[in-house]
């Protein structure tokens, strides 16, 4: 018999691992038996030898009390505890962290006159160290292991062990470690019957390459259940367990057989769902959405184009065509309560510019387009002593004043003239000229925004159906450390922008699933809001798959190998799925030379070979890999909304909102949510279970649900806790 089955059979005799078993000696003098972990070192069942923290008192072993709905994230150091957290970040579920050195540490408390603390308890690798002599063990005393046991079981709430071994502690047998270095072993869910709230489909696998795992055996089929496989590969012949679900005497915990690494990892961030949704009971503050926004910069100008050197490319009317028709079918191989639509950034001056080729447009479109000479480039993060710079803007005109003849002598501009042709797309301003504006001056920033407003008015863009306002696209996202530039975004009636992931600095700190408030310090201007965006690698200056993969490999170190377009495409789709699965709301980058259609070469995605664009041919890879995965929709928001509710999800945070389960007797009957004087300007989502809403709903909330994503009430904290009863009770 391990120690550890000793100590655990002292805290739930009846078990059925420990039928027959006799204990006496107590947890605080066990000692401990070294096991390998997933990580692929050794650790130990948990013992009083490992560690020096003093622990509170247990929580009493008796049913009852109310529980906050917070969960306890508990990982060798801080960053760590962090990255495993980030599931429950992009919720918005409200979380604590605890870091366990190898010293040790205390555990926080558990409860709080009668009311438990916690409603859910992750665990990394069992926060194991070597303790030389000792071996592998944990750095949490047997004591506090028990403590947690008793506060699982007072309270009902659930456990989560990520990256172990099979062992009994987990009702499992190792069969073997897995894998080295570039060799595969699929994964999937085979069980979703205890979450299907979370909307996996089984059977869809998931690579696990670079993280190292143990594939398994059930020990005990009358405490374990399978959730998830192995596939049989050259290294283990037939399907193994992946994942477990225990009950032991009522004590529920979650294990996966696998390392963890949502920072780079896309199938630790799939994985993710089922334990957030199983922890929780599919009752949280918070909601699960994904929002799938492309922005397509560059709308009317002409780029020039990386591969052939030398050729430049404008889309075409008949290009639009064919992703305004494409729009619709994209639509229809998403999720039931999926809406998309593409984005595009528009520059007025580029529809002058080609009005002027046309025959005498140079007379009909006097004085001209806005010309000026190259602007010299700046370093990247460069910040502009305030009211420094030379205006580049000709002095004439003042103020936008084409006409209609001119801007119709554009084939482009008269294709977005027809409404049905324009609202398949969203709207938003990317400049005028597309200045790059580091280095700029208050007066041309102000007319790169005046200019292009009249256009847009002018045309008809500001009329359409999803138009954005208040918001801009930067040119090669500059001026963001130009606080002249800021200032006549904000007197132009802006107040928010999107950066590029790729840069720090436009990052929020604190959180990097908030937007970046520009300061004075940073930015030369307080108060304009900065939303994150990602950079994918179809590049802003390619037209054809041979032109972006050819320059992903000259831009790449080490180069990828092959650096062809398919491995470009699965790249993409590995890093994609990471960002969705991961719940962040982040736009996605592309640019007008990547919408090339109506003379592209065929291309082939999982197996089906039709002619697309570069920028077709990745949302394809996207959105079938994410239906391939989950059944929840993607949904886009203009630019406007999208701003507003990284706005809005700040502010919510600020107020420090929690959810509280209601229980009585062995189950949960309702919820309450407070926050900071229980107040928030913003209303808090509360999700509910499938299949059991609240009895009510209170006054001033509002419902929503959007295909199998969950049922969400938004509450208006004025002052007062909110309370909601549910339905249907909720057993332990």
Known sequence: MSNFLSVYCQFFPTATQCKGITTTTTPATMSTTAVATASGT??????????????????????????????????????????????????????????????????????????????????????????????????????????????????????????VYPGPLFGANAVAGCCNTGVEQLMSFSNTAA????????????????????????????????????AANGQVTSTTTAAVINNFSGRQQMVFFI??????????????????????????????????????????????????AGTQF????????????????????????SFYVPEIGHNGNGNIEQAQTANNGDTICAPGSIEYNEIPDTPLEF??????????????????????????????????????????????????????????????????????????????????????????????????????????????????CVGDNTRPVLRNTANDMYPLITTFAGNGYDGFQVNPRWATRIYYNCDTPDCTASEWVATSSPPPNPG?????????????????LGLYHDPYMFHQANLRQTDA?????????????????WVETQVQEFVRLVNWPMVTQKHADMSAAFAARMARDSCGYKLTWIQSGTSITGVQVTANGNSCSQPIPVTFPTGNKPSSIPTGATTEQRGNDPYTVWVKLTGAPVSMTLATPIAW
């Open 259 to 308: 390392g963890w690494a949502t920072e780079w990892s896309p199938t630790s961030n799939f994985l993710q769902h089922a334990y957030i949704t199983w922890l929780t009971r599919g009752l949280y503050a918070g909601y699960r959405r994904v929002n799938f926004n492309t922005q397509i910069d560059d709308m009317f100008l002409i780029t020039d184009v990386y591969k052939p």
């Open 383 to 496: 910040q502009k002593p305030l009211g420094s710079g030379t205006d580049v803007w000709p002095t004439t005109p003042t103020a936008y004043g084409y006409s209609a003849q001119c801007n119709n002598l554009d084939p482009l501009k008269v294709w977005f003239a027809t409404a049905s042709n324009r609202d398949k797309f969203a709207h938003i301003s990317h400049t005028f000229t597309h200045e790059e504006l580091n280095n700029a001056t208050y007066s041309d920033a102000s007319k790169e925004i005046k200019f292009n407003q009249a256009w847009m008015s002018a045309v008809g863009i500001a009329s359409a159906q999803y138009f954005t306002a208040n918001g801009l696209i930067p040119p090669a996202i500059t001026g963001l450390h130009n606080g002249d530039v800021l200032k006549a975004w904000k007197d132009n009636g802006l107040t928010n």
């Open 195 to 230: 979450f299907p709230q979370a909307g996996i489909k089984t059977g869809a696998t998931v690579s696990t390459q670079g993280l190292y795992h143990y594939a398994a055996s059930v020990a005990d089929a009358a405490t374990t259940t399978e959730i998830a496989q192995f």
């Open 42 to 163: 050794s650790t130990a069942t948990p013992s009083a030898a490992a560690g020096n923290g003093t622990a509170p008192a247990a929580a009493a072993a008796v049913v009852g009390g109310n529980t906050k709905a917070d969960i306890l994230v508990i990982a060798r150091d801080a960053a760590s505890a962090k990255n495993l957290a980030s599931g429950f970040n992009g919720y918005g579920i409200p979380y604590s962290t605890l870091a366990v050195p190898q010293a040790g540490t205390a555990l926080p408390a558990l409860n709080t006159s009668g009311v438990g603390n916690y409603g859910g308890i992750v665990v990394h690798g069992q926060v194991s160290y070597d303790y030389g002599t000792l071996g592998f063990q944990s750095a949490l005393t047997a004591d506090q292991w028990n403590q947690l046991y008793a506060y699982q079981t007072a309270y009902g709430v659930r456990m989560v062990h990520l990256d």
């Open 564 to 580: 062809d377009f398919t491995t470009l495409l699965a790249t993409e789709k590995a890093d994609t799925a990471r960002h969705l």
């Open 601 to 617: 070469q065929p291309i082939t995605i999982n197996g089906v070979s039709s002619k697309l664009s570069l920028f077709q041919a």
């Open 314 to 337: 404008r889309i075409r009317a008949a290009d639009m065509t064919a992703h305004a028709a494409w729009v619709p079918t994209i639509n229809a191989k998403m999720n039931p309560g």
